[in-house]
């Protein structure tokens, strides 16, 4: 895929992330439009940094995400924290109307997420551990996969932006921290510390 160009982010409070965004058909995906877009918003991901990026966020309102983790985004995270959240190597993925249905023994999980329309900000949300995924690809293609651990959460968080939702709609408000005070306050303690540090419940 060509490099496409670094776009703006929409940031909180542009309607646009509140509505929710148009559905694809697999002829759009063929279109020059959509893989400028697609070329576009991976680059913008990239740049950003971040694991993933939905159409809305760059203005556009339609049903298309693009996500993508991976060591090189992981940090300073301890091997112990990355174990706690899941976080494995998720490929560069294009999803586009995506249906999520969650996994029944996958049960839950309250970590801190942020995202890059809501700048300077983080806090908890429960998230399920484990998703089906239906979508359309890059090509059009119908695809149906499983993703546990953090890579759900990543997909569940962009599936939210496609329907209107920002995660500030699932927070934990009592969680809620600049990420400078997360990182020097905050980062150190595991969920259930944190609840009580906070003052709710895991």
């Given at each position: ?18 509505r ?7 002829e ?8 400028r877009?697609?070329?576009?918003m ?34 300073q ?8 959240r ?9 999803v ?16 801190y ?59 934990e ?30």
């Amino acid at each position: 895929m060509a490099n496409g160009e670094v776009l703006p982010l929409v940031m909180c409070g542009d309607p646009v992330l509140r509505r929710p965004a148009e559905t694809l058909g697999p002829e759009d995906l063929a279109t020059p439009a959509i893989r400028r877009l697609i070329a576009q918003m991976k680059a913008t991901m990239e740049a950003a940094p971040g694991v993933g990026l939905a159409a809305p966020q760059v203005g556009v309102p339609v049903r298309l995400a693009v996500v993508q983790d991976g060591p090189e985004r992981w940090g300073q995270e301890s091997t112990e924290d990355l174990v706690a959240r899941g976080r494995v190597p998720l490929p560069f993925t294009v999803v586009a109307n995506p249906v999520l249905t969650y996994l029944d023994a996958g049960g839950e999980a309250a970590f801190y997420e942020g995202c890059l329309s809501v700048p300077g900000l983080t806090g908890v949300v429960r998230r399920h551990l484990g998703v089906r995924v239906e979508a359309l690809d890059e090509h059009g293609q119908m695809f149906s996969r499983q993703y546990t651990g953090w890579p759900a959460r990543i997909l569940q968080h962009e599936a939210d932006h496609l329907a209107g939702v920002l995660y500030l709609d699932r927070v934990e408000v009592r969680s809620l921290s600049t990420v400078d005070n997360y990182r020097d306050y905050l980062a150190r303690f595991n969920a259930q510390e944190l609840a009580e540090l906070l003052g709710y419940q895991v």
